[in-house]
């Protein structure tokens, strides 16, 4: 239907037209019929014009020939001389430039580095620009433009072409380089490379991330949904208290060497530093070493490497210099290492001398006390001395005591321990069997009290160091080679229970940090013991042995409370697990504890009374 009608516009279209071209024909011809007749008069009229312009002197030669040069320019005949000046006319209006319609061709190039689509559907359109019929350009226009072909709904075909470029469009064209040569090193450059401290860092650094991704382990079939829950909280810890977790042993650094110290880093949790002695099967090894393990990732080998030449007896982490760590030797000498350095050997050392302010025995404990803004680097040594440093002076200790017993006595400490909260007073374990209270600062500093009851060397010493709603600060552990384990009160000096299950000596005793009841103890015959006092006294709680069937020589209690970390004596590192029931401190257990002190108390002083009656009855007396 819309073709029909596009077809009849286009007719009247074309029947108007050709009606204007015959009016102007017909008003062509009358203008040519009145120009014939006026010739005659015109022609006399122009020779006389002549005639005048030459009697006065003004040629026509010039005239004439100028517009026979611009009439042969343009292509046309001149008229002969003698025609008349309304024939000249009508000549003119006949010659002139006459304007046609032509197709116009319209060609629309695409934007610069802009390809759009049009999913319309092409149907054609009509439109009609112009609807003046006065307008004959327009009408030519409309009737000039080819009529639309039947069928032709179809997408036009279109050809690419390349927009013109711009100054600013080749200022934008990327420039590609050529890629440098890459110049072989030789191997002095190589070496120069590999020794430089950059390169270092960046190999120390790369290594360890790529050997934490290649030991990590992803259970992929772990359900969120809780399906198997039921069963692993079944299956987690169950009937147990103890599990073992992860075994930490170097082929190198751990083997024929026996761990002499553990400590967790508190600035990195899961960080576990491990001193060890000399391995006698190795000479050419260094004499001490000191590793840091990491229980976060699965990889078997240690996050840093330290060593020194002389055993280290005692290792701990810097509290408040979270890349130092603090090492005690056989030699007397403490050795400090950093971890931003890529050496394995110390930063700083004390001097090795035979004066009497350093120590000049093996130092047995070391440990960083106080508070952030004010803290010092204890020691204690087998030359009965304690000395206090500074972390960034170790030339000499800024305060050492001489510990002395009666003045007479020197006291050879194996360990130390300050209370919970206390910088000033600390107690020691010494090889005689006793253990000792003493001051650093006042009128009473140094030994002021005195334990006895073991009969062997005091292996350890551990303070209660639990906070809570009530301070049991004053009680400590020791720990013996006459296989107990022995509980003390400072503000009293007489016994208050003696643990006595063990059947070898015993290493080394630690309190938990977060149950006030519940104690560790490893001993020669690779026995972890935890003892809860609010269940039993007799008898520990839990324990395992280990399967390498070797002694157990330190024990130390996670942050958390829930993880400890033991050594033995050939070199191994065992983290093991403690069940929640036995490890979480219920709200009621300070105030169990508390009565379960006084009972001790009680018993013990009925047992003392035995004993003195008993005594007192005796002949022999």
Known sequence: MADRDRKAELERKKAKLEAMREERKRKQESLQEASAGATPEKKDLRAETEEFLREIGIPLTTTTDAGASHQQQAGEQKPADGTSVLQEAVYLAKNQAVLSFSKVTQTNLPPRDTVSYNKETQTPKETIEREDEDNDSSLEVAVDTPPP?????????????????????AASVPVVEEKPVIRELSEEERRKIEMSEDFLNFFGRASAILERAMFEEVDIFTDYSGADSEEQRGGQLEGEQLKLNRQFFDERWSKHRT??????????????????????????????????WNIKFKKSTPEYIFHCPSPVTSAC????????????????????????SHKHTPVQRTPLSALAVTHTHPVYWIDVVGSQNAHNLVSISTDGKICF??????????????????????????????????????VVGSEDGAVYTACRHGSKSGINEIFESHQGPVTGVDCHSVPGPVDFSPYFLSSSFDWTVKLWNMKETRLLHSFEDNSDYIFDVKWSPIHPALFSTVDGSGRLDLWNLNIDTEVPSASVVVESDVGLNKCRWHQNGQTIATGDNDGRVHIYAVGEPLAVPRPDDWSKFSRTLQDLELEQAEQEEDTGSVRSQSPLR
Not at 259 to 286: C, G, I, K, M, R
Not at 391 to 405: A, G, K, N, R, V
Request: aromatic share 12%.
């Open 389 to 426: 440093w500074n972390l960034d002076m170790l030339t000499q200790p800024q305060d050492s005591l001489e510990l002395q017993h009666k003045q007479n006595r020197t006291v050879a400490s194996w360990c130390c321990s300050f209370p919970y909260g206390d910088f000033n007073n600390y």
């Open 149 to 169: 072909i039947p069928g032709s709904g179809k997408m036009p075909h279109t050809s690419m072409h390349k927009p013109t470029e711009t100054p600013e469009d």
């Open 317 to 340: 982490f810097a509290k408040f210099h979270p890349n130092l760590i603090v090492g005690g030797t056989y030699s007397g000498q403490i050795m400090v290492w950093d971890n931003r």
């Open 259 to 292: 761990v002499t110290s553990l400590d967790w880093s508190t600035q990195y949790p899961e960080l576990l530093l491990a001193s060890y002695n000399s391995n006698q099967e190795n000479p050419n090894e260094p004499e001490g070493v000191a590793l840091v």
